[in-house]
């Protein structure tokens, strides 16, 4: 099928993921309505409040017709098959964006379906997010050139796709993750050949943050990943973004954080809800950066 798809980072090249950002920043009017008269499929298997409603309004300003369905309506391989859930939305709408327990869910979709599958979230990435993050950091920053991102707690399915975004712009990756919950070597050594500036994994969230300009976390224990808790919390209890961890960044360092957040445990709450933060800016440019991507996937250039 010759549809482009957004599973993740990686299928945006560096020019397009500029782009995007580009797009995301445009005057909606200047994007004309690309979506006019069209739906736009948002199935969710797990819960949302950032992404339901930010593609939903990004939908909208494109001039389309969001329709949301619950997982549990679609049925994925219990009412039918992915497959024939997938060629039969095709043909109503002119794409389908969806939140899965299984990456592969999206890959078969992908495989059959003629309009664009976005992935609103999986256990792998979550690249909606990642946009929204090297969004913020550009505009909070001032460019992303030479910048220093990191990464402390679980290399998560937002690490992951952020690590990969940061890549592309030849940003500096630090990472602080414990042992067991860290970026593997292969991962480490494709974010170096994506064009990172450097790639350091450490395990210690004050020496991750080291010198950097924007310092990220999330939560401990993701969507799936509940019967795991008392573990999760245990292991990465040393991995709390507080105000020692934000000292060793860059002093105008800023704090992200995807969102939903839990105060005390990822993070302080002197931390999320101080003057370094930045959550509510990036959670309103989750919107932006999902016209952006929603009007690359459509074919709009500026
Ligand atoms: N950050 C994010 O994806 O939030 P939701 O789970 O609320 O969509
Ligand atoms: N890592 C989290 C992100 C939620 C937006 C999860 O997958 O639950």
């Given at each position: 099928m010759?549809?482009?798809h957004?599973l993740d980072?990686?299928?945006?090249?560096a020019?397009?993921?500029?782009?995007?950002l580009?797009?995301?920043?445009a005057d909606i009017?200047?994007?004309g309505?690309?979506?006019?008269?069209k739906g736009v499929?948002?199935?969710f298997e797990?819960?949302?409040?950032?992404?339901r409603?930010?593609?939903?309004?990004a939908?909208?300003?494109l001039g389309?017709?969001?329709?949301?369905t619950?997982?549990e309506e679609?049925g994925f391989?219990?009412?039918?098959t992915?497959?024939?859930?997938?060629?039969i939305?095709a043909g109503y709408h002119?794409?389908?964006a969806?939140?899965?327990f299984?990456?592969s869910v999206?890959?078969r979709?992908a495989?059959?379906?003629?309009v664009?599958?976005?992935n609103?979230l999986s256990?792998?990435?979550?690249?909606?997010?990642?946009?929204?993050d090297v969004?913020?950091?550009?505009?909070?920053?001032?460019?992303l050139?030479?910048?220093t991102v990191?990464?402390?707690?679980?290399y998560n399915n937002?690490?992951?796709?952020?690590?990969?975004?940061?890549a592309?712009e030849?940003?500096?990756?630090r990472?602080?993750c414990?042992?067991?919950?860290g970026?593997?070597?292969s991962?480490l050594?494709?974010?170096?050949?994506l064009?990172?500036?450097?790639?350091?994994?450490?395990?210690s969230a004050v020496?991750a943050?080291?010198?950097a300009?924007?310092?990220h976390?999330d939560?401990?224990v993701s969507?799936g990943q509940e019967?795991?808790t008392?573990k999760r919390?245990h292991?990465?209890?040393e991995f709390k973004?507080?105000?020692?961890?934000?000292?060793?960044a860059?002093s105008?360092a800023?704090f992200?954080?995807c969102?939903?957040?839990h105060?005390?445990?990822?993070?302080?709450g002197?931390v999320?809800?101080g003057?370094?933060?930045?959550v509510?800016?990036?959670a309103?440019?989750?919107?932006?950066?999902?016209?952006g991507?929603?009007?690359?996937?459509?074919?709009v250039?500026i």
């Amino acid at each position: 099928m010759s549809a482009r798809h957004f599973l993740d980072v990686t299928d945006l090249s560096a020019r397009d993921l500029n782009q995007v950002l580009d797009l995301a920043e445009a005057d909606i009017a200047k994007l004309g309505r690309p979506l006019a008269d069209k739906g736009v499929a948002l199935i969710f298997e797990k819960p949302s409040n950032r992404t339901r409603h930010s593609m939903e309004m990004a939908v909208v300003q494109l001039g389309g017709h969001p329709i949301f369905t619950r997982g549990e309506e679609v049925g994925f391989d219990e009412r039918e098959t992915v497959e024939d859930v997938t060629r039969i939305l095709a043909g109503y709408h002119h794409a389908i964006a969806a939140r899965v327990f299984a990456h592969s869910v999206l890959q078969r979709m992908a495989q059959v379906s003629s309009v664009p599958i976005i992935n609103m979230l999986s256990e792998q990435s979550h690249p909606l997010q990642a946009i929204a993050d090297v969004l913020t950091m550009r505009q909070e920053l001032g460019g992303l050139n030479n910048k220093t991102v990191a990464w402390v707690g679980d290399y998560n399915n937002v690490a992951r796709s952020l690590s990969e975004a940061c890549a592309l712009e030849r940003m500096h990756i630090r990472l602080g993750c414990p042992q067991g919950y860290g970026a593997s070597a292969s991962e480490l050594t494709r974010l170096q050949e994506l064009g990172a500036a450097s790639v350091e994994q450490h395990d210690s969230a004050v020496l991750a943050a080291k010198h950097a300009h924007a310092v990220h976390t999330d939560a401990f224990v993701s969507m799936g990943q509940e019967s795991e808790t008392e573990k999760r919390l245990h292991d990465l209890a040393e991995f709390k973004v507080d105000a020692k961890v934000m000292a060793a960044a860059d002093s105008n360092a800023i704090f992200m954080h995807c969102l939903p957040a839990h105060r005390e445990v990822e993070v302080s709450g002197e931390v999320i809800d101080g003057a370094q933060s930045r959550v509510v800016l990036q959670a309103h440019n989750r919107m932006h950066a999902a016209r952006g991507v929603l009007a690359h996937l459509m074919g709009v250039t500026i």
